[in-house]
């Protein structure tokens, strides 16, 4: 399963009361380290399709959800389990480190 974008409106059904863990990146269009780690969520999110959700919400689409959550850089990604945040990483990573922190997440 591909990522899925979310938004101030769907983020509690997609995110708070799905039934596993999600992963969110918060993003821009306009952010450089957004689109570098973008490819490798993608590929996570086909991995590990079943077992986690990798959703993106934009932040300058949907500025709620990220004031809610204290995001004040992005990327900032975002692990949630039972519809609480178990773990935050801000700043661009390599593939194999946002593979090693979700798998120490879960």
């Known amino acids: 399963m591909a990522t899925k974008a979310v938004s101030d409106e769907s983020f509690e059904s997609d995110v708070i009361n799905a039934a596993g863990p999600v992963l ?10 957004c689109k570098q780690i973008s490819p490798a969520l993608e590929e996570i999110a086909e991995e590990m399709s079943g ?23 992005i990327p900032t990604l975002m692990i949630f ?3 609480q945040v178990v773990s935050t ?4 990573m390599a593939k ?6 979700v798998q120490e997440t879960l």
């Not at 194999?96 to 922190?101: P, Q, R, T, Y």
């Open 89 to 92: 990483k801000i700043g661009a």
């Open 51 to 73: 077992a986690l959700t990798v959703a993106k919400v934009n932040i300058d689409d949907h500025p709620m959800t990220p004031g809610k959550y204290g995001v004040r850089g």
């Open 81 to 83: 389990k039972d519809g």
């Open 24 to 33: 969110v990146d918060f993003w821009a269009e306009w952010c450089g380290p």
């Open 96 to 101: 194999g480190k946002i593979s090693e922190w």
